[in-house]
């Protein structure tokens, strides 16, 4: 479940469900705690990840009330595969303990193992050695989560990730706003064995969690179905070959798929326009002018459906086939995946590429219409495709650009679908092949 925050002019906020209602505020008969061991790794120990080298020890002064009854479990449930967060059996983000018989106050150190080591650091020994001086702070609401999203937040405060008990793979990740936002007490690193200690590194810190009601700690649940790091992706696909096909009106050249990516990946779009506050200049669309949308929408139009058509295209989404299931993946990792029979419903917006992609296209935002601060995305064919709740001054001015989306997922494509990206370098040397014999 996705749960956004909603923040209010007078600077308070209320978490907002997808249908838009107000996450409950019932709370858990008794006390409880949430433990959510985390720990982000950097770029080198997230490429050479592997759960079986990693262990996690939990050692407090309380024994065995803060481990799970059912062990703990190593994995990458989040969207961001360089967050490692330790679980249950049962849990995949953390796990909950009484806390009925916890004292207000105690110690408790997250230890993680890396019996491989550190691929950028020689050795086979690595360790992160997390200490929390935990404060249950007083309430009227008995439930506590170490998820510092679900807590209450007022304006001005910083992001939660900064503000969160995540432990860091090599003292160099603690930036600035980390040391500025967490009460650290001590952070180091080691590059040798020190006494008991073994190279890698400490962090100790004060960290107070406030009661909430249980029904708006939403992370206890978060995270339980596997993400797409997760998978073991292939592009052979045994079922729902022609249903996949089917989704499709066009065919879209794999070719033509790989240079808008690349055309992503090599033309820059990760800037904010700079806003004067006067709101004469109008910004409403400028990424749908990228060179990898301006080249996708160009072949949509030369091949849609309906050329007649009004609606002119600025974006396309792509939707992949990850595992041999009913379903697609979104290429903005941030948005649900769909099963193969929903995408049908577009197929006179869509083009398929193999066996593996199926392209989305999407009106141009000029298109758009707003209703009460939300703004509407259409299918290339006109038909309503979702609602995004966002001002006509925040398209306006550029602080929302739907467009930005759809050029994440190109230029990410290669990383977040490594299998799928080489069937379509297959597929494009098939078509180089097929090119050669035609000429002939």
């Known amino acids: 479940m996705i749960i956004a925050r909603a923040i209010h002019q007078d600077g308070s906020s209320n978490l907002i469900q997808p249908d838009g209602s107000e996450v409950g505020t019932t709370d858990s008969c008794r006390r409880m705690l949430h433990l959510a061991p985390t720990l982000m790794l950097d770029a080198q120990a997230s490429m050479a990840f592997s759960a079986a080298n990693v262990r996690l020890e939990v050692i407090s002064e309380l024994g065995d009330l803060l481990i799970p009854r059912d062990g703990i479990q190593i994995r990458r449930p989040c969207p961001n595969p360089h967050f490692v967060v330790a679980g249950s059996a049962s849990n995949r983000n953390g796990w909950t303990v009484g806390a009925e018989n916890l004292p207000s106050e105690f110690e408790v150190e997250f230890r993680w193992h890396f019996t491989s080591g550190h691929p950028g650091v020689e050795g086979w020994d690595w360790e992160v050695r997390h200490r929390l001086s935990v404060k249950l702070l007083d309430g009227d609401n008995r439930t506590y989560t170490m998820a510092v999203s679900?807590?209450?937040?007022?304006?001005?405060?910083?992001?939660?990730?900064?503000?969160?008990?995540?432990?860091?793979?090599?003292?160099?990740?603690?930036?600035?706003?980390?040391?500025?936002?967490?009460?650290?007490?001590?952070?180091?690193?080691?590059?040798?064995?020190?006494?008991?200690?073994?190279?890698?590194?400490?962090?100790?810190?004060?960290?107070?969690?406030?009661?909430?009601?249980?029904?708006?700690?939403?992370?206890?649940?978060?995270?339980?179905?596997?993400?797409?790091?997760?998978?073991?992706?292939?592009?052979?696909?045994?079922?729902?070959?022609?249903?996949?096909?089917?989704?499709?009106?066009?065919?879209?050249?794999?070719?033509?798929?790989?240079?808008?990516?690349?055309?992503?990946?090599?033309?820059?779009?990760?800037?904010?326009?700079?806003?004067?506050?006067?709101?004469?200049?109008?910004?409403?669309?400028?990424?749908?002018?990228?060179?990898?949308?301006?080249?996708?929408?160009?072949?949509?139009?030369?091949?849609?459906?309906?050329?007649?058509?009004?609606?002119?295209?600025?974006?396309?989404?792509?939707?992949?086939?990850?595992?041999?299931?009913?379903?697609?993946?979104?290429?903005?990792?941030?948005?649900?995946?769909?099963?193969?029979?929903?995408?049908?419903?577009?197929?006179?917006?869509?083009?398929?590429?193999?066996?593996?992609?199926?392209?989305?296209?999407?009106?141009?935002?000029?298109?758009?219409?707003?209703?009460?601060?939300?703004?509407?995305?259409?299918?290339?064919?006109?038909?309503?495709?979702?609602?995004?709740?966002?001002?006509?001054?925040?398209?306006?001015?550029?602080?929302?650009?739907?467009?930005?989306?759809?050029l994440d997922a190109l230029a990410g494509f290669r990383s977040n679908f490594p299998i799928a990206f080489r069937e379509i370098q297959r597929l494009e040397a098939l078509e180089l092949v097929q090119q050669t014999y035609s000429a002939v």
């Not at 990760?270 to 006067?278: A, T």
């Not at 669309?285 to 080249?295: M, Q, W, Y």
């Not at 979104?330 to 769909?338: S, Y």
């Not at 419903?345 to 298109?367: I, K, Q, T």
């Open 150 to 406: 679900n807590w209450p937040w007022s304006r001005g405060q910083s992001a939660p990730i900064y503000r969160a008990a995540t432990a860091v793979m090599r003292y160099g990740q603690l930036t600035k706003e980390y040391m500025d936002n967490r009460n650290i007490l001590l952070a180091r690193e080691s590059l040798v064995t020190v006494g008991e200690e073994k190279p890698g590194v400490t962090i100790h810190e004060v960290f107070e969690i406030p009661p909430i009601p249980y029904e708006q700690a939403t992370n206890i649940h978060a995270f339980q179905d596997k993400q797409l790091h997760e998978l073991e992706h292939t592009a052979s696909f045994s079922r729902l070959k022609d249903e996949h096909k089917a989704n499709g009106s066009a065919v879209l050249p794999a070719s033509t798929l790989l240079k808008a990516m690349w055309l992503a990946e090599n033309t820059p779009y990760k800037y904010r326009p700079n806003i004067d506050g006067s709101g004469s200049e109008d910004f409403t669309g400028r990424l749908e002018k990228h060179p990898a949308l301006t080249f996708l929408s160009r072949w949509w139009e030369s091949n849609r459906p309906d050329p007649d058509s009004t609606f002119r295209v600025g974006m396309a989404m792509p939707f992949v086939r990850v595992v041999d299931d009913g379903n697609y993946a979104c290429g903005d990792l941030e948005q649900p995946g769909l099963p193969l029979g929903t995408m049908f419903s577009v197929r006179s917006s869509c083009a398929s590429c193999g066996d593996v992609v199926l392209m989305h296209f999407l009106a141009s935002v000029g298109h758009s219409t707003f209703d009460d601060d939300c703004l509407d995305i259409r299918s290339a064919d006109g038909e309503l495709w979702q609602e995004v709740g966002v001002s006509r001054d925040d398209v306006k001015n550029g602080l929302y650009d739907e467009a930005w989306n759809c």
